[in-house]
């Protein structure tokens, strides 16, 4: 059964850095792209970045390009949110899931979602 989990989520001050893991079980990344969505308090679940191993490619939400970077360790079966200059509105609860490609960052394009990871920034 395709499960992943995300770890890594705390509470931080603006301007730190934090990564977060999704680790897959049940398939090899070579099948799956992954993707991080978020999804803060009274608002829709946002796209941030998707990973795919099978050709490298990642695409990235513009409010986080140049300061999220997604990657992927195939030997781990894990893949990384390196989050850096953290704001007051990156809070959210963050999630991963599986896609067949990393195209556009819809929800509706993937499937297995983890149960979640809390990520606030505040000071």
């Known amino acids: 059964q395709v499960q992943l989990v995300e770890l890594g989520g705390e509470l931080m001050q603006p301007g730190g850095s934090l990564k977060l893991t999704c680790a897959a079980s049940?398939?090899?990344?070579?099948?799956?792209?992954i993707g991080w969505f978020r999804q803060a308090p009274g608002k829709e679940r946002e796209g941030v970045a998707c990973?795919?191993?099978?050709?490298?490619?990642?695409s990235y939400a513009d409010s986080v390009k140049g300061r999220f970077t997604i990657s992927g360790d195939n030997a781990k079966n894990t893949v990384y949110l390196q989050m850096n200059n953290l704001k007051p509105e990156d809070t959210a609860v963050y999630y991963c899931?599986?896609?067949?490609?990393?195209?556009?960052?819809?929800?509706?394009?993937?499937?297995?979602w983890g149960q979640g990871t809390q990520v606030t920034v505040s000071s």
């Open positions: 049940a398939f090899t990344l070579d099948v799956y792209a």
């Open positions: 899931a599986t896609t067949f490609r990393c195209g556009g960052l819809v929800d509706y394009l993937y499937d297995n």
């Open positions: 990973f795919s191993s099978s050709d490298g490619s990642t």
